[in-house]
């Protein structure tokens, strides 16, 4: 199965309120370390169900949310709905296959969507190109882990990063680092055990 039908699957049950959780506490950093405001433009990668552009949306103009998977784009939908949300566009698109047209963004947010991608070079050069000069990118994910973060690791091509990783990502890309600091973290039981998944925020300037 392909990543976009297993992302259709997991859709059914992915909003839990940990998620949601996660989503304000991402706003609130972002609130609180970047220059947001209602003039700006923001794109999300891998977006889902849109956990972080529905909090997000009061305090930006627009935000374009970027997903494979059909599934995760339809529960996004329906909270546009329902919350009424006007400010929010939705693609179903590869960013890998099929060029953006709009460019002018002042922030790229992608959240736990890196460690599925294979080459995270390539990844954050091509989404610098969607930045506007002076724009900033935000990657959320797992710091390193061994393995065990997801009951299958079919799609999963990155055990997490560390930060020093994470850093020279950004140099090699051109991309100034800010910050990269945990905020968060994921608790799993694995083999009779809770584990802790430890998450970073990292955020670049271009
Ligand atoms: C674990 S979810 C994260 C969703 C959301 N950003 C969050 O933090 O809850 C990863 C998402 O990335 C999407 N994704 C993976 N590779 C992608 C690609 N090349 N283009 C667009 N979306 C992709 C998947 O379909 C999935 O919805």
Do not use: C
Not at 14 to 37: G, H
Not at 72 to 90: A, S, Y
Not at 93 to 121: P, W
């Amino acid at each position: 199965m392909e990543i976009a039908k297993r992302f259709d699957e997991a859709s059914k049950t992915y909003d839990t309120p940990d998620k949601i959780e996660r989503a304000k506490k991402t706003v609130k950093i972002l609130l609180d370390k970047l220059p947001v405001n209602k003039e700006w433009k923001v794109l999300d990668f891998g977006t889902g169900t849109g956990t972080i552009p529905v909090e997000l949306s009061s305090f930006v103009k627009h935000i374009v949310g970027i997903d494979l998977s059909k599934g995760m784009l339809e529960v996004f939908k329906q909270k546009i709905k329902e919350k009424d949300l006007k400010n929010i566009t939705i693609k179903q698109q590869d960013i890998f296959k099929e060029d953006l047209e709009q460019k002018d963004f002042d922030l790229i947010i992608t959240s736990m969507t890196f460690h599925h991608i294979e080459n995270i070079k390539s990844a954050l050069e091509k989404l610098k190109k969607y930045l506007k000069e002076e724009g900033y990118i935000v990657i959320i994910d797992l710091d390193k882990e061994d393995g065990t973060f997801h009951s299958s690791n079919l799609d999963v091509k990155h055990f997490g990063f560390s930060k020093e990783e994470i850093d020279k990502f950004f140099k090699e890309s051109g991309l100034d680092t800010i910050l990269i600091e945990n905020f968060d973290s994921i608790k799993k039981e694995r083999n009779g055990k809770e584990r802790d998944y430890p998450l970073f925020i990292a955020i670049a300037k271009k």
